[in-house]
C-alpha cells in the first residue's frame, strides 16, 4: 500500500461547479497536510497548507483533514478556466520529508 | 519578491554527457531540495542540505550528485544522463527541516536526453 493515495482523474468540470478532490493515506503520524497547484510544465505551488484535523478556508478554496479516516479533502467553488491544473496533496510528519500523492489532473470547462 | 529560480528551464543533453542544473533562492531558507518529476508521477526527492550538511535518499542512484556551495545556490550534477533520466527536475526550500516544513518550489528545469 503507498503511503498516500490520490486518483490521478482527470477531471472534467463545467466553469462555475465545485471542485471536490481528496486523498487518503495510510501513516497515521502525519501531522501537517498540503495541496499544491502545479500548472502544465511549471513548479508545484502551495494552495492550501493545514496542521491537524480540522477545516481552513481560503477565498474559494476549502481544506479538510480527517485524521480519524486518513483522508484528507480540497474544494474549489466557483471554478474558473483559470483553476485547470494538476492537483498535489502531499503530507509530513513534522520532518523534512514530503509524501506526495501522483496528483489530480483538472480541468474547467468555459 | 523572494523567489527560487532554476536554470535553465529546459536542458537538452545528450545520452552519457554530464549535466548540471542549478537553483538559487531569495528566501534565505536553511534547506534545499532536488526532486525529481516524470509525467504523470508524484515528484520523488532525490536529496536535500539542511545547511551544508548533505542528505541523500537511499535510491538515490550514484549518477546523480549535488553540491550547495552557499546558502542561495544548489546544483545537481547528473554524471552519465540515460534515457531514464529525462523528467522535470524540481529545487525546494524550506526555512526549516522540523515542524510545519512548508516546501516552496521552484519552476523547475525540463531535463531532454537523446
Known amino acids: 500500500q503507498k503511503e498516500v493515495e490520490q486518483d490521478p482523474g482527470p477531471l472534467s468540470v463545467p466553469e462555475g461547479a465545485i471542485v471536490s478532490l481528496n486523498c487518503t493515506y495510510s501513516?497515521?503520524?502525519?501531522?501537517?497536510f498540503m495541496w499544491y497547484r502545479q500548472y502544465s510544465r511549471k513548479g508545484p505551488e502551495l494552495l492550501m497548507y493545514?496542521?491537524?484535523?480540522g477545516n481552513k478556508e481560503d477565498g474559494r478554496f476549502t481544506a479538510q483533514v480527517d485524521k480519524s479516516s486518513k483522508y484528507i479533502s480540497l474544494f474549489i467553488r466557483d471554478s474558473q478556466p483559470s483553476d485547470s491544473a494538476t492537483y498535489l496533496c502531499a503530507m509530513s510528519e513534522g520532518n523534512n520529508r514530503l509524501a506526495f500523492g501522483k496528483g489530480n489532473q483538472v480541468v474547467v470547462i468555459p | 519578491d523572494a523567489m527560487v529560480i532554476q536554470n535553465p528551464r529546459y536542458q537538452v543533453t545528450q545520452f552519457g554527457k554530464p549535466v548540471t542544473l542549478s537553483c538559487s533562492q531569495t528566501l534565505n531558507h536553511n534547506v534545499m531540495y532536488w526532486y525529481q518529476q516524470k509525467s504523470s508521477q508524484a515528484p520523488k526527492l532525490l536529496f536535500h542540505y539542511y545547511d551544508k550538511d548533505f542528505n541523500n535518499e537511499a535510491d538515490t542512484p550514484d549518477n546523480f550528485q549535488s553540491r550547495r556551495p552557499n546558502t542561495s545556490f544548489c546544483f545537481l550534477d547528473i554524471r552519465s544522463p540515460g534515457l531514464g533520466d529525462a523528467a522535470m527536475y524540481l529545487c525546494?526550500?524550506?526555512?526549516?527541516?522540523?515542524?510545519?516544513?512548508?516546501?516552496?518550489f521552484g519552476p523547475g528545469t525540463r531535463l531532454t536526453v537523446l
Open positions: 501513516n497515521s503520524a502525519f501531522q501537517y
Open positions: 525546494a526550500t524550506s526555512r526549516d527541516a522540523a515542524g510545519a516544513n512548508e516546501q516552496f
Open positions: 493545514t496542521y491537524s484535523s
